[in-house]
């Protein structure tokens, strides 16, 4: 079982930053992919950015520019450094992995979510 413990998120005005981090646990082999989604209320959640293992990373087109996603693949841990915040940001931000785990089980683990929160 792989666990993601998500932090750092908060209330912040229009044009700030924030940054959220998620370190994963447990039975990790190998994790191929970390990512950020995000679930705005009544939203479908979406991909925001994610990174592989070998650092190839890809972002929404709506935070292009804005937000930087960082892998530290010894730590098993990911960042996601948010600039120029905007309202429409606002969401509860989900961390993910997908990888292998011991004994060569595949998982595909979701952390509890940190809530982000735009002011304009």
């Known amino acids: 079982q792989v666990q993601l413990v998500e932090s750092g998120g908060g209330l912040v005005q229009a044009g700030g930053s924030l940054r959220l981090s998620c370190a994963a646990s447990?039975?990790?082999?190998?994790?191929?992919?970390m990512g950020w989604y995000r679930q705005a209320p009544g939203k479908q959640r979406e991909l925001v950015a994610r990174?592989?293992?070998?650092?190839?990373?890809n972002y929404a087109d709506s935070v292009k520019g804005r937000f930087t996603i960082s892998r530290d693949n010894a730590k098993n841990t990911v960042d996601l450094q948010m600039n120029s915040l905007e309202p429409e940001d606002t969401a509860t931000y989900y961390c993910?992995?997908?990888?292998?785990?011991?004994?060569?089980?595949?998982?595909?683990?979701w952390g509890q979510g940190t809530q982000v929160t735009v002011s304009s």
């Open positions: 447990g039975s990790i082999y190998s994790i191929n992919v």
């Open positions: 993910n992995a997908v990888g292998l785990a011991l004994y060569a089980r595949g998982f595909h683990s």
């Open positions: 990174v592989t293992s070998g650092g190839s990373t």
